[in-house]
């Protein structure tokens, strides 16, 4: 079984500029999540999908950051302008529908690296 | 509230030694606490996981002690390996998203 995937692994754009990142979740788990880790804090939760549908956006810091998940498969989160303390690892995890379960596979990628210069 | 504390920030253990990860959180309405391995270049992975209604739980070399009446929760790994070394995150789970501790960096010296 694949993992979840994402692109690119690292990114260096220069403040105002626009960076999308993606991620393809596991085939089949309907629930998407995106965190970011800013370096040396903890991994702090953006938002949650259900299919293509935002259940939790609690986390999204403002509005320069825009989510989206069309057609319940990959998910895109674009930064627009980027600033400086936008730098951090972005994570993003998928899992099954249901009640969140260990054994339902909650698992992230890898990360995009973002660096904003 | 909906924060989950976690200490030391890094920690150093000799090969065959205990490391001890701790874990505190507020929120009582947090369902699942799970632990993550974190290896640079990578993702988090799921290491092991305990329910609110479980005081311990083991697998392998990794026992995690649950007390709810402190609201605190602790990571054991017996027989440190240097394979072991990686940042350890405890989180805390409330409707299917996690609350995550800052991490501890652990390294196992051979």
Known sequence: ?117 | QQQVKQSPQSLIVQKGGISIINCAYENTAFDYFPWYQQFPGKGPALLIAIRPDVSEKKEGRFTISFNKSAKQFSLHIMDSQPGDSATYFCAASIGGKLIFGQGTELSVKP
């Not at chain 1, 626009?18 to 788990?29: A, E, Q, W």
């Not at chain 1, 629930?31 to 939790?56: A, C, P, T």
Request: neutral net charge; aromatic residues 12%.
């Open chain 1, 1 to 117: 079984e694949a993992g979840v995937t994402q692109f690119p692994s690292h990114s260096v754009i220069e403040k105002g500029q626009t960076v999308t990142l993606r991620c393809d979740p596991i085939s089949g788990h309907d629930n998407l999540y995106w965190y970011r880790r800013v370096m040396g804090k903890e991994i702090k939760f953006l938002l949650h999908f259900v299919k293509e549908s935002k259940q939790d956006e609690s986390g999204m810091p403002n509005n320069r950051f825009l989510a989206e998940r069309t057609g319940g498969t990959y998910s895109t989160l674009k930064v627009q302008p980027a600033e400086l303390e936008d730098s951090g690892v972005y994570f993003c995890a998928s899992s099954q529908v249901g009640l969140f379960r260990p054994t339902y596979g909650y698992t992230f990628g890898s990360g995009t690296r973002l660096t904003v210069v």
